[in-house]
């Protein structure tokens, strides 16, 4: 297997996956979306809403907010030494006490835990009126995205084939540079040449346009180029390293599972 680093920030990754199977690159996929834990509220106590949104409203709101911090030091609820009755080791609480008029903010959040807060603090929550007040106490649990959406640290997370263009016996009309929608086919001296095979879609109207069928456009079945951002909970690169790491995890239970059996 080659990984082949094509850009890496904070918030999003893009590399080309060489050497696996569909069904490898698709579980990785699946892993970045739904098996990585990061922090999500998951519990609030709402002391006083006089605002307009219902307290279901708020508690969904409030969830959806994406927390930061190192999730390293949590346990799951069901993995902590407490059994999921709640401790320091699997739960950070964030208070919130606002009255109008004011638009309150994720930032207007206060965390138990100086390093766990909002990923964004000018996320709005709720726009209070004259008079208008929230006060309450909301608990940030880990958890993935398999069980809801707010855990889910992956998003925007796919891949495609890489693609294979070929030119042989090209009598330069330039017609296929003309429909390309990437724009990725130039004319170079006495030939067409493929700028940046990374952006080309397969949509295959350059092979459309060839009347000679000098261009074709195949997928390269083995090599993958993987995609995918985050909600900001965890950098791409933590992200990336702990979806192959709870890939591997579950192949190993399954290997000591079967071995008794062979
Ligand atoms: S397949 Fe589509 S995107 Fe790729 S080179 Fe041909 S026209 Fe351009
Ligand atoms: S359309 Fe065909 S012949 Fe014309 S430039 Fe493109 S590859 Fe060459
Ligand atoms: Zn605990």
């Known amino acids: 297997m080659d990984i082949d680093i094509i850009e890496l920030s904070d918030r999003k990754a893009r590399f080309v996956l060489s050497g696996v199977s569909t069904a490898f690159a698709n579980g990785l996929r699946r892993s970045i979306a739904a098996e990585v834990p990061v922090l999500a509220i998951d519990d609030i106590n709402i002391y006083d809403n006089t605002s307009v949104l219902f307290d279901e409203q708020l508690a969904l709101r409030m969830g959806m907010i994406p927390i930061k911090g190192d999730m390293k030091i949590f346990s799951l609820p069901e993995e902590c030494s407490c059994k999921g009755e709640g401790c320091p080791s699997c739960q950070v609480s964030f208070t919130l006490s606002a009255e109008g008029p004011k638009v309150v903010y994720a930032g207007d959040m206060v965390s138990a835990d100086p390093g766990v807060r909002p990923v964004d603090a000018t996320i709005p929550i709720v726009e209070l ?52 929608p990437r724009n990725i086919l130039k004319m170079n001296e006495n030939t067409v040449k493929v700028t940046d095979i990374i952006e080309c879609s397969m949509c295959k109207l350059c092979e459309k346009a060839c009347d000679i069928k000098a261009i074709s456009v195949k997928a390269d079945i083995g ?28 192949s190993d ?6 071995e008794p059996l062979a």
């Open 129 to 180: 009126k004259e008079k208008h007040k929230v006060v309450v106490e909301a608990i940030a649990r880990l958890g993935t995205g398999r069980r809801h959406a707010k855990w889910q640290a992956g998003i925007a997370s796919g891949y495609k084939n890489m693609p294979i263009v070929t030119i042989e016996k090209c009598d330069l009309c330039g017609k296929c540079i003309e429909v390309c």
């Open 223 to 250: 090599s993958f180029i993987m995609t995918f951002e985050t909600s900001g909970a965890i950098t791409a690169a933590e992200l990336a390293i702990e979806a192959a790491g709870s890939l591997k995890k579950r």
């Open 253 to 258: 239970q399954l290997v000591e599972k079967l």
